[in-house]
């Protein structure tokens, strides 16, 4: 059973500063790692996602991979409390079978 | 942009009813998912489809049906309502992860 974890928060954050939000996942041949936002009551959307080790950025927002250690990270810069969301973690093995989610982190970001 | 459309927002049923979930996606995608999400829980697939009257099992199928006649098309049936199955409902079609409808919010009573 692939896992994908997360702490589930709040997460909270002052206006300016960085978020950094994180995830652990079990699958050790998993492919591809995504970053969704939900605002309440949303469905998700697509943020970032990455499939290589390292970084990779995108305006304010940056993802990280590490193979080795099986964890992803997703930093937000200049946190606005636009970005207050619940912010969910996805792992693909590469299949056509889709993706395991964590329960996501809920990020409030404070004026 | 790819467009996923669930056909209700909201949505209460009884006890015991056939209850029909519809979603339809304009991009002549092939690949097609449905969730449900609750709280404490997350996201965890129902039933997904990669092709026309094709489907395959997701984490917890039990309670739930589909049906894939064209394309565009992912119905998700319910065969006899129980409580349990209240839930928000979300379709998905596949790119580069998934577009999401906008959800259905089912009530058991």
């Known amino acids: 059973q692939k896992e994908v974890e997360q702490n589930s928060g709040p997460l909270s954050v002052p206006e300016g500063a960085i978020a950094s939000l994180n995830c652990t996942y079990s699958d050790r041949g998993s492919q591809s790692f995504f970053w969704y936002r939900q605002y309440s009551g949303k469905s998700p959307e697509l943020i970032m996602f990455i499939y290589s080790n390292g970084d990779k950025e995108d305006g304010r927002f940056t993802a990280q991979l590490n193979k080795a250690s099986q964890y992803v990270s997703l930093l937000i810069r200049d946190s606005q409390p636009s970005d207050s969301a619940t912010y969910l973690c996805?792992?693909?093995?590469?299949?056509?079978?889709?993706?395991?989610f964590g329960k996501g982190t809920h990020l409030i970001i404070q004026p | 942009d790819v467009k996923v459309t669930q056909s209700s927002r909201y949505l209460v049923k009884r006890t015991g009813e056939k209850v029909f979930l519809e979603c339809v996606q304009d991009m002549d995608h092939e690949n097609m998912f449905w969730y449900r999400q609750d709280p404490g829980l997350g996201l965890r697939l129902i039933y997904f489809s990669y092709d026309v009257k094709m489907k395959e099992k997701g984490d917890i199928p039990e309670g739930y049906s589909v049906s894939r006649e064209k394309k565009e098309r992912f119905s998700l049936i319910l065969e006899s309502a129980s409580t349990n199955q209240t839930s928000m409902y979300l379709c998905?079609?596949?790119?580069?992860?998934?577009?999401f409808g906008s959800g259905t919010r089912l009530t058991v009573v």
């Open positions: 996805a792992v693909s093995g590469g299949g056509a079978d889709g993706l395991t």
């Open positions: 998905a079609t596949w790119t580069v992860g998934y577009t």
